[in-house]
């Protein structure tokens, strides 16, 4: 598979829209989401309030991750909080969600930051994901930091199978 992470242009809202009312649908039923036009004007606007990378694979968008700069006062470093990530079911076990991860810590470090966070409340899948490289607390509550977090960035633009293979152990995020 082809797959490419790239940052969500205003031409994406169509596509961002469709994953995001799969993602409600399966994640969070009754809840309204985003019209294109909103995704349009807060998130893939010239100023956007909310940053978004889309993993395309030339055909369609398969996935997506959202993601917020964060200041964490208790270590005085910036980070990122994951609000969101989401990949099409008939694409999940294949890496996509690790290669959106990768590319946002890659984004957060270019920035100076530190760490990313996020939680893992809703599936158990998603929780082993997660624990593969991130701290998973009992809450959901996770978080990628120090070694492990600078290794995860490195790995952005490698292809999904060397992704893995290079995946730092968990115990490097409690390691400068």
Same mark, same amino acid.
Do not use: K
């Given at each position: 598979m082809s797959l490419k992470i790239r940052k969500a242009s205003r031409d994406d809202a169509d596509a961002l829209a469709s994953l995001l009312d799969a993602y409600i649908r399966e994640s969070y039923p009754g809840h309204l989401g985003s019209t294109p036009?909103?995704?349009?004007?807060?998130? +893939?606007?010239?100023?956007? *309030?909310?940053?978004? +990378?889309?993993a395309d694979t030339g055909v369609t968008a398969v996935?997506?991750?959202?993601?917020? @700069?964060?200041y964490d006062m208790h270590w005085a470093t910036s980070g990122a909080q994951i609000a969101d990530l989401f990949v099409l079911p008939s694409h999940r076990g294949l890496g996509v969600s690790l290669a959106l991860v990768a590319?946002?810590?890659?984004?957060?470090r /270019?920035?100076?930051?530190?760490? +990313? @966070?996020?939680?893992?409340?809703?599936?158990?899948?998603t929780r082993r994901s997660y624990a593969r +490289?991130?701290?998973?607390?009992p809450s959901g509550d996770t978080f990628l930091a120090a070694k492990a977090f600078r290794r995860? /960035?490195? *790995?952005?633009?490698? $292809?999904? @199978?060397?992704?893995?293979?290079?995946?730092? $152990?968990?115990?490097?995020?409690?390691?400068?």
């Open positions: 036009d909103q995704l349009r004007r807060d998130v +893939l606007g010239e100023q956007p *309030l909310h940053h978004v +990378l889309l996935g997506f991750i959202g993601w917020d @700069r964060v590319n946002v810590a890659a984004q957060v /270019a920035l100076r930051g530190g760490f +990313l @966070r996020g939680g893992a409340y809703d599936r158990e899948s +490289l991130a701290v998973v607390h995860v /960035a490195e *790995l952005a633009d490698l $292809p999904i @199978r060397d992704i893995i293979r290079r995946l730092p $152990p968990v115990e490097w995020n409690f390691t400068d």
